[in-house]
DNA sequence: TAGATTGTTAATCGATTAACAATC
DNA sequence: TAGATTGTTAATCGATTAACAATC
């Protein structure tokens, strides 16, 4: 039942950038690199690159590098990702609409499906073609999509936690989380935190140092 | 010259999060909290806490805990946020837009003083009371604004190495980077990267993971 | 083959946490 | 004072990286 982690979290969350950036080197038309070359374009040091991929496998050939096609499909299994996944969006915000637009540029595996939000003015609405609901149909949309296991958290702090309880007792087990509040889960359910204004705090305070 | 870190990256990622912290505890009247339920508050071990605020010195008494006004006083100057630091944006769409509103909402120690765009409908316009200043000004604007050395970038990832390198020349020290490009930078330039895309890809994963 | 690059072993480094002395 | 909480020492843990054998 419980899986046991088959990798350090450092790597798991190194994981989508290799796919993100060997999914921009098949569309330019390399055929191989190496560690050493991908080193320099994504700034991580050569063998932590080479022992980050040596717990999906051995995808590499001496003298040759990694084959980016196969890297490509090799991370895209790994990812869970032959398949798209279909996520919400809580909050129909600017930063809510930023997210879909990021989203739309990149090679669509995660597909928003549906925001919700409590403002008259946006619901019925749509975001480029993500349709718009009122907060209220939240439990309901859940309930009638239950492939749906992550979602998007751009709301005020304020009502963060209590739209996470909601979340989660419908069958969320995902959260990114873009409020300043840290989120009161049970151990089954896996939050990504992403508070910008302590990023930028903490970004002024280095620069100071440095 | 090159001053020495004073405190491990770590702690440092965390001070603006106890910071903004101690701020809203003193909103809400709170005089005195001992690490112990700090901990639950914020997710992060009492031990750690303890540990971090070491660095800045003896904030706290035993049993009694610590004094909110007095750690929100001393992390402010920590941090150097005695007086405000201005940062300009870079983009001025709704990635953009939500970074001001987020601002807004915070003890305002970090002041977003102007964005700049391409695009003629924005450029001559508000976020707020941001002004949109057009990109062709953004050497005069920073030349004229010495004082001014750190920057948000939200613009598209294909000119984000570009506009960083007239960053740089401009005086720029520190750079909030969304773009999901590495950014080439002199080793005196800080880059704190925000790679939403990847965060969301990261989450699904470690969803279906766990 | 000789040379170069991978995957892995072993060493290092940095961060977290358990244990505890100091002390209010 | 007795009890509880801080700040710190020492141990643990996890991640990175240097060194290198395997091998193409």
């Known amino acids: 039942m419980n899986e046991q982690r088959l990798l350090p979290r450092a790597t798991a969350k190194r994981i989508p950038q290799y796919y993100r950036q060997f999914q921009k080197l098949q569309a330019e038309g390399v055929i191989n690199i190496m560690s050493k070359d991908l080193a320099i374009i994504m700034k991580i040091e050569p063998t932590t690159i080479r022992r980050d991929f040596s717990y999906i496998g051995e995808l590499g050939k001496q003298r040759v590098g990694y084959d980016v096609n196969y890297v490509v499909a090799k991370l895209q299994s790994f990812l869970g990702f032959d398949e798209p996944k279909s996520v919400v969006l809580i909050g129909a915000g600017h930063l809510a609409t930023a997210l879909i637009n990021y989203n739309y540029i990149k090679g669509n595996n995660i597909l928003i499906r549906a925001a919700f939000d409590n ?92």
């Open 119 to 210: 403002s008259s003015e946006k619901v019925g609405g749509v975001i480029r073609d993500i349709p718009v609901y009122h907060m209220s149909d939240l439990a309901r949309y859940l309930a009638e999509n239950p492939h749906i296991t992550v979602a998007i958290l751009s709301a005020p702090s304020e009502v963060a936690q209590e739209i996470t309880d909601e979340l989660v007792s419908q069958g969320i087990r995902g959260i990114l989380n873009f409020s300043s509040k840290r989120l009161d889960v049970p151990r089954t359910v896996t939050v990504e935190n992403v508070d910008l204004a302590s990023k930028l705090q903490t970004l002024v305070y280095l620069t100071d140092q440095a």
